[in-house]
Every structure is written in C-alpha cells, then in structure tokens.
C-alpha cells in the first residue's frame, strides 16, 4: 500500500516522540521514502541527527527553516509528499492543525500540502477528552483528516487511560486499511445506506426512539461516495450534513424506512443497514397531544412490533445483491450476531457491544466484530467510525467482487 509514496512524518513534542522513529522504520519497511518535520519541542526528547540518520535526508525544523536557501523548503517538501503523518501529534500540534495556523515549520508545512493527511495523537488522557481537543479533532475530521484514535493503557503519569500513542505496527496497518491509495473500488455501484434512529409517534409532540446519532451510518455513506459508490442516504432525523455527493431521502418512522427501503434496493446493488430500527411502535397513534388525568397513577401504552426491514429485503434479494446488516448487543455479542445473521440471510454482519463506555451510540468511535456467513469473525480494535467505515467499506467491495 505504501510502496513508492512519499511520506512526510511530522512529529511534535510528547514522551512518545520517540516511538516516532521506530515508526519511520516501519513506514520504510512498508515501502514508503520517509521525510521528517520536528517540531521544537519534539527536538527537546529526540534529535534531528536520530531522524536524519534513519532516513538519510536531512530533516526540517525551524533552525533550517529560517536559513536562506534557494528553495522554499516547506512548500518544497509539501508538493513532494504523498502522505502526510502527523505522529506524535501533541494536544498543541492537532489545535495548530485544526485552525490552519502557519506559525513553525511543521504547521506551514502541513498547510501547505494537498496530500492525504492522518493524525495519530499522543497526550494525557484529561487533555485527549478535553472538549477543545474533541472539537479539533472533529475539525480536522471534517477538514477531510484521517485522525486514528489513540489507544488507552499506562500513561507517563503512571495511570491508565485514553491517549497513549498507538504502537508503529499498528499506525501501519490502520493506515493499510484505509486503503488511501486505491482506485474507487466501488465505481458503478449503486449503495444505499441507512442511517439515525427511527421516531414512533406517541402523539404530534412525543414519540419513541433510540440513543443513534447517525454517526455510524453517516460515516459508512461517507465512505461509499469516496470509494466511487452512488449513494442514497436514507436518514431519520439527525443533527448531522449529509455527507457530500449523496442522495438524500429523509424518513422518520420504520414504515418510512421500510417503504424507502424497499424502493431503494430494487436497484441497487447493496444496502447497509446501518439505522438504529425500533423494535416496537404505538397500537396507535394519538390524534391530539396525550395529558395527564387528574387522579390517574398509571398510564398503559399499547405497542406492536415494527415491520422486519431486513426480513422483506430478504424476500426480495437478487443473486447480485450484498446486505449487510448491524446488530448493536449489551451481551452474547457473536451468539447474537450470529443468529441475525443467518435469519436475515445477510452477507455481512458488524456487531458491537454497546454497553462498552466511549463506543457506539453517540459516540465518535466504535468497536465492531465483522461476522461473514462462513463463520469467520474479525474484530476491529476500537477506533474512530470514519475508521471502521472503510473497513467495512472494503470488505462490501470484496464481497460484490465475489458475486
């Protein structure tokens, strides 16, 4: 995947800065041709000599920066690169990143490339959840940056938490998944996806619903447009954008999502499931807002079980066709993935154990179990979604490939 590019490895001041020498050895074991930005505080843990010997170039910092030369050297080494890492990237750094400042080497540098660009942060894990930090990552995530999620473990300050740098084996192979160099391996395929938390209406101003933020199935369309797919979003209500390049259909109850659904798949060639259904709906629904009885103690709400989406998408699935469903647990993860699996004649099934903290509803990352018809399981390690979107993203496209 990295054979032949360009990677420009920027790393900032954090303990782990010296991790990020052992990672240029894994990028060039990868293939790629490594070039170093060192930040001022990095240089305060490791030397440039330590880099520039790894990687037989000399490396740029704010020393050489201001030396005049015949070359700009950051705008020169920004048209060079292919890749752009930015590892260990301090609590500073990604805010630097995030606002577009050009105020050292390594910031200048950044802005100045139009290369693929990933961040691997590396901080205590108070300033890793800080919302500052949160709302930097989610710019840099928008700004269309690759941000890995850090790993949680033991913590220079001798406890454990969120934050630790990920080891260079595993930046590797994140960075391998991602597949950022591949041609659209979905070109000429029609996906649609689903996405939020469907409302059962109680009355016209309460309803029934679920913690989904949309998170998940927007990230998954996401991924599907930059792989080449046609996309069609059908979405509940959200507080997110559209991904760019989809086709927008809004629903709002399992019926809507159903009759969408149905009208959807008739031509396309997968549907990932990836809304949050319920389970149950309202006997029926209140004409007028529901009040409150003077005396009355209880109130008993009549339900029915919603349409099975997947089931009659079953019902009319094509040779062709690919679905891949998710299944959001609190217990027997892969038992229970398993059997939805099998009953909703699936090709692919992403599980995730949503009592697990920091992961799944609402949340910016997850954790999930791919679960394949012939019973192999793959688990992901737990990561942003945008990340485990183009996992499963890649594995739809293997699975098109095979039909």
Do not use: C
């Amino acid at each position: 995947m990295l054979t032949g590019k360009h990677v420009t490895l920027t790393v900032s001041g954090s303990v782990a800065t010296y991790k990020a020498a052992t990672l240029a050895r894994e990028l060039q074991r990868a293939g790629a041709e490594v070039r170093v930005v060192l930040t001022a505080a990095a240089a305060k843990f490791v030397t440039a000599a330590t880099f520039a010997a790894l990687t037989k170039v000399p490396v740029l910092n704010d020393e050489s920066w201001w030396q005049a030369s015949g070359e700009i050297d950051h705008v020169a080494l920004a048209d060079w690169t292919d890749l752009a890492l930015a590892a260990p990237a301090s609590a500073n750094l990604m805010a630097e990143l995030a606002n577009g400042l050009a105020g050292d080497v390594a910031s200048a540098t950044w802005l100045a490339t139009d290369a693929i660009k990933v961040v691997i942060p590396a901080m205590n894990t108070h300033m890793w959840t800080a919302p500052a930090t949160q709302r930097n990552r989610q710019q840099l995530v928008a700004d269309g940056v690759h941000v890995l999620t850090p790993a949680t473990g033991l913590l220079a300050e001798g406890y454990a938490g969120q934050g630790r740098f990920l080891e260079p084996t595993e930046i590797v192979s994140q960075i391998n998944d991602l597949n950022l160099f591949q041609a659209p391996i979905l070109k000429g395929k029609r996906v649609v996806v689903t996405a939020g938390g469907t409302r059962e209406r109680l009355d016209p101003v309460r309803f029934l619903s679920n913690d989904s933020s949309g998170k998940m199935g927007y990230a998954v369309a996401a991924a599907a447009v930059a792989a080449g797919a046609d996309v069609t979003l059908i979405t509940a209500p959200t507080r997110l954008d559209p991904p760019v390049g989809t086709k927008v259909v809004p629903i709002e109850s399992t019926t809507e999502l159903r009759d969408a659904v149905i009208t959807a798949y008739q031509r396309a060639d997968a549907l990932v499931m990836a809304a949050a259904v319920a389970d149950f709906q309202p006997l029926q629904m209140a004409d007028q807002k529901i009040k409150k009885t003077p005396g009355e103690t209880e109130f008993t709400l009549r339900l029915q079980p919603t349409p099975d989406i997947l089931q009659e998408v079953a019902a009319i699935k094509q040779p062709h066709q690919v679905t891949v469903g998710f299944a959001a647990e609190t217990q027997d993860l892969l038992a229970n993935g398993q059997k939805k699996l099998e009953a909703k004649h699936l090709d692919l099934l992403a599980a995730n154990d949503v009592s697990q903290a920091g992961i799944g509803f609402n949340s910016d990352d997850n954790q999930v179990t791919f679960i394949q018809p012939n019973g192999v399981t793959d688990q992901t390690p737990k990561t942003s979604k945008k990340l485990i979107a183009q996992a499963l993203i890649k594995r739809l496209a293997e699975t098109l490939a095979s039909k």
